[in-house]
């Protein structure tokens, strides 16, 4: 089988998981990505555009998480571990 050029890489979360915990998992979840991090640490900007933003009568939740939107938890885990592993300035938009 020949191997591929990328890699796909996911994670579980229980609903009421930390903070940490989300932060932890992205983590161990990324940390095998060397070649995307060598980029990510080589860039001076980084735009991120999260799936946030809807009107806030449609956004689902379930025990107070979003449902269907990029939840704030991992919101903040992204920024922070990228915060962390970057010197690029950040940008987080969404549409």
Not at 36 to 42: H, N, P, Q, T, Y
Request: hydrophobic share 40%.
């Amino acid at each position: 089988m020949e191997e591929k050029a990328y890699k796909v890489r996911a994670s579980h979360c229980h609903h009421q998981a930390s903070e940490e915990e989300v932060y932890q998992a992205l983590c161990r979840t990324t940390e095998a990505l060397a070649r995307a991090w060598e980029k990510l640490e080589k860039a001076k900007k980084i735009v991120l555009k999260f799936n946030m933003t809807k009107p806030r009568e449609r956004i689902a939740y379930f025990a107070g998480r979003r449902r269907e939107l990029v939840d704030d938890a991992v919101c903040r885990a992204v920024l922070r571990l990228l915060r962390e592993r970057t010197s690029a300035h950040l940008v987080a938009t969404d549409t």
